[in-house]
Nanobody
Framework: QVQLVESGGGLVQAGGSLRLSCAASGRTFSNYVMGWFRQAPGNEREFVASISRSASSTYYADSVKGRFTNTRDNAKNTVYLQMSGLKPEDTATYYC????????????WGQGTQVTVSS
């Protein structure tokens, strides 16, 4: 089992920045691909970003490319999502998730942290 706890959400004005953190415990963190997803009210959950086990590769949704940066610190068992140039449409609950390279789907999910961007 892997336990994930997100933090860092909040209320920010459009154009502002936030950094989300996701702390993992329970298993060897560096064994897991980490992802960020978000879900706005009335919408389906959508992929935001992911990062490989060694941080050598990152992937982003087109909607956040160039504005969000996904990093990880395997020594601290933590993954980060630096969000800049925030827009009202970025408002959502953000979730981090973990999976091994053996699975297609993410197996473990955090409880989510709310990000609200005011115009």
């Amino acid at each position: 089992q892997v336990q994930l706890v997100e933090s860092g959400g909040g209320l920010v004005q459009a154009g502002g920045s936030l950094r989300l953190s996701c702390a993992a415990s329970g298993r060897t963190f560096s064994n897991y691909v980490m992802g960020w997803f978000r879900q706005a009210p009335g919408n389906e959950r959508e992929f935001v970003a992911s990062i490989s086990r060694s941080a050598s590769s990152t992937y982003y949704a087109d909607s956040v490319k160039g504005r969000f940066t996904n990093t990880r610190d395997n020594a601290k068992n933590t993954v980060y999502l630096q969000m800049s140039g925030l827009k009202p449409e970025d408002t959502a609950t953000y979730y981090c998730a973990a999976k091994t390279i053996l699975t297609k789907d993410y197996n473990y999910w955090g409880q989510g942290t709310q990000v609200t961007v005011s115009s």
